[in-house]
């Protein structure tokens, strides 16, 4: 039905309105494939448990960007690809090290991604080839642009990458200037796995409508990364850590402190989800990692803390941990910085992003969806000089 068939809605007509678009259905998608009843989660017919137990964040790149996994040539190229792409331009450095040391590095790679298209030739070439070069330069050039800034904001200066290894294993080295172990390295390595695709969720949405006016990918991967950014989004994996933070320097009960929360009708960060209305699986997973890394350095509190906030959640409110609950301990105890936790989710799902745009422009339609007006209507103009 064209939209010159319906007739705009006013306040004469009853409430039409899906509030947050809850239960809409906007699009058709092959990328990912949700079930929040199930808490099941699949990328390109891929379950997800299977692709954290068996696949590099590398294989999940290509498949979510060409719908298959890659052959060990195929991997070998993309990761080429990727090697000979992190070097950031000279001035996109030059944008870091100006940068205030206090910035929010959300904003900080917001804007550092945004800069990154003034020095591409091809930003804005609209041809299929150049937005699948455009989708390996930024996701390369993403890690080199966190490590970087988190270094120069230290008063260190950032280090190169390495010409070999895997994207985890680069980010952990020019994070900290020395190479990971690998324990850390696939850890780190699976939670850029769970955080790749999730359907049309709200950063997604935003980059793919960006997409949909046939604006370019260095307008809509800065637009996602606002979005991700909010506390109710990618930014609540840095809420929940200062949350357990803060139960550690209080010596707080955490399941007393949660239920004060909840009695001053507050959210807890990491729990609910607008889909899932069972556990994410991701959380799941994630789950048995910061447990693993825990008895692995024998520090178990921010394990059992978070534990004992998932059985109050569960007993107060009926709510599951999302992907964010068990991502932030995960993270704090691989060593990471909290006000890093959601640039790193960010670096992941670029990977999402880029081949969500890809499909988009495969079959574009311009996103425009309508609003029901209740807004003044049939008011007499008063020219000024009589107001
Ligand atoms: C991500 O969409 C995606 O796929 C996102 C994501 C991805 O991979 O891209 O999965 C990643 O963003 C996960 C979500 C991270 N955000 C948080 O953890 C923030 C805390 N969560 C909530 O704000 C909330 O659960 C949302 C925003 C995630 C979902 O909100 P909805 O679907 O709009 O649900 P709602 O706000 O209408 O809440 C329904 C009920 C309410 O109770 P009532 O007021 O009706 O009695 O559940 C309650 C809410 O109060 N509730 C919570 C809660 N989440 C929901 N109560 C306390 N703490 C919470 N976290």
Redesign the pocket.
Known sequence: MADQDVRELTSDDPPVKA??L?GVVALESSLSF?DGQKGELIYRGYDIHDLAEGASFEEVVYLLANGSLPTEDELAGLRQELRSERTLPDPVLDLLRNAPDDAHPMAVLRTAVSALGLYDDEADVMEEAANRRKAVRILAQIPTIIASFDRIRKGLDPVAPLDEGTMAHNFLYMLNGEEPGEAAERIFDVCLVL?A????????FTSRVIGSTLSDMYSAIPGAIGA?KG???????R??MRMLLEIDEQGADPAEYVKE??AQ????????????KTM?P?AAILRDLVKELSEEAGEMKWYEYSMAILDT?RDE?G?DP????FSASTYYQLGLDPDLFTPI?ALS?TAGWTSHLLEQWADNRLIRPRAQYVGDRNRSFVPLQER
């Not at 506390?231 to 994996?237: E, M, S, T």
């Not at 009708?265 to 899932?276: D, K, L, N, T």
């Open positions: 509030r947050g809850e949700i955080h695709d999730h359907g049309l969720n709200a950063s997604t991700l506390p109710l989004h990618g930014g609540a994996n809420e929940v929360r909840l009708g507050e959210r807890v960060m990491g729990f609910g989800h607008r889909v899932y994410d991701r959640m409110k709510i999302n992907v964010d609950f989710f799902r």
